[in-house]
């Protein structure tokens, strides 16, 4: 359905002495006409284990998501919550124990990433350090039981066998228990040529129709559906056994699924004809970058995320056009973004070189970059959005 080239894995950050013997494998998706789940070929190497804190202590926007999330979860549990074994995944470390814990409510987290399951055991939080499905899930129910809540903090899109994934979760999840799984949103990813993210070993893009014929599957139903803003736009969907009275079916699931299918998520039309707009967005940016250069302006970027690099890389753009990026995470500064090889500095670097315009590469959330690096305003900078059109904005 998309083919966006050869590209290297985007979250590897490669020290400059490494970049030349950089891999790339081909980025493709594909589209299942049974089920209509988008999802990468097996050529691709799996996501890397990025070390480093979660999205959450680097954004105030993420922040918050993450509180509501928990606030969200713990609102539909009884009040002694507790007593209740609560299970939670989550890719890249954004585990919710510690947003749990200030609750006085424990958690066990289970984590595929040896990396990352020793970096949380350090930090003091309850791992199991095993990938997850359904002979973990079994693993689990042995040595402590059912679970009362399972949370998945955008994991499944991870995996790549998704049945095995269900089929662990309907093993692990109590009668009458709850899973809230948080994951990509297909949705407003077509609508909005959200093609920057997809990437190596973000194997699966779940609209809800996928999701709910893949719970269902294995013997689980979706009863509620909530849509998120962060990441450009997530769906947090509530999970049940069947047939399970203490959890009812809202209008939400119902009106989701019909505007999924208003949009032609389950039709070849909306995925061949977003194909075709992922091309103009990015020409659309790499001419824009071109036309400054020649005018003598330049532009720099604003963030290093892994959905920067998608659109980096599909669109050909190197520190010839774009000459550095920002970040406010210490362990990418001083690397560099893979394939573009764009050098990645401090957020002071931009108050030191006064350029032109900022390419906001984590615009999902540009408007608190915007308020973080509204000083550009004092010498008539301007900030770039890239998806889902090109925007130029006065900073202010």
């Known amino acids: 359905m998309l083919d966006l080239g050869l590209q290297p894995e985007a979250n590897s950050f490669p020290a400059p002495e490494d970049a030349a013997s950089e891999a790339r494998w081909p980025l493709r998706a594909f589209v299942c006409e049974r089920c209509w789940l988008m999802q990468l070929d097996d050529t691709g190497p799996a996501e890397a284990a990025l070390p480093g804190p979660p999205s959450y202590e680097l ?6 998501h993450t509180e509501r999330f928990v606030d969200d979860v713990l609102g539909r549990l009884p009040s002694q919550a507790d007593r209740l074994r609560i299970v939670e995944m ?20 289970v984590e595929g990433s040896p990396a990352l399951a020793q970096a949380a055991t350090a930090s003091g939080y309850r ?16 040595a402590g039981g059912l679970a009362d809540v399972v949370i998945d903090n955008y994991l499944l899109a991870h995996i790549p066998d998704p049945d095995d994934y269900a089929a662990g979760v309907r093993v692990l999840l109590r009668p009458g228990g709850i899973a809230v799984l948080e994951l990509d949103h297909l949705l407003p990813l077509i609508l909005d040529r959200r093609f920057d993210s997809i990437r190596h070993g973000h194997f699966s893009y779940f609209g809800l129709i996928p999701a709910s014929a893949l719970l269902e599957r294995h013997g689980l139903t979706v009863f509620h559906v909530a849509p998120q803003p962060v990441y450009g736009g997530a769906l947090r969907l509530f999970v049940a056994h069947p047939g399970d009275g203490s959890h009812t079916t809202t209008q939400a699931l119902a009106d989701m699924l019909e505007l999924e299918q208003w949009a032609g998520l389950s039709g070849r039309e909306a995925f061949e004809q977003f194909a075709r707009e992922v091309g103009n967005v990015q020409s659309d940016l790499r001419q824009f970058l071109e036309s ?21 890389n599909a669109a050909g753009i190197t520190s010839e056009l774009l000459a550095y990026t920002v970040d406010r995470s210490p362990l990418k500064q001083g690397r560099w973004l893979p394939g573009s090889h764009v050098p990645i500095h401090g957020p002071d670097r931009i108050l030191e070189t006064r350029p032109d315009y900022v390419l906001i590469l984590t615009w999902d959330i540009q408007h608190e970059v ?19 059109r090109l925007q130029v904005l006065a900073a202010s």
């Open 370 to 388: 915007m308020t973080q690096m509204r000083t550009i305003a004092a010498w008539g900078g301007r900030f770039v959005i890239p998806i889902p």
């Open 292 to 312: 400054r250069r020649a005018g003598g302006e330049t532009v720099v970027g604003y963030g290093a995320p892994s959905r920067g690099n998608t659109l980096l």
């Open 90 to 109: 989550a890719s890249h470390g954004g585990y919710l124990f510690p947003f749990l814990e200030a609750h006085g409510i424990p958690s066990l987290i």
């Open 59 to 64: 954004s105030e926007t993420m922040r918050a």
């Open 127 to 142: 791992v199991l350090g095993q990938p997850f499905g359904e002979a973990t899930a079994q693993a689990l129910v042995a």
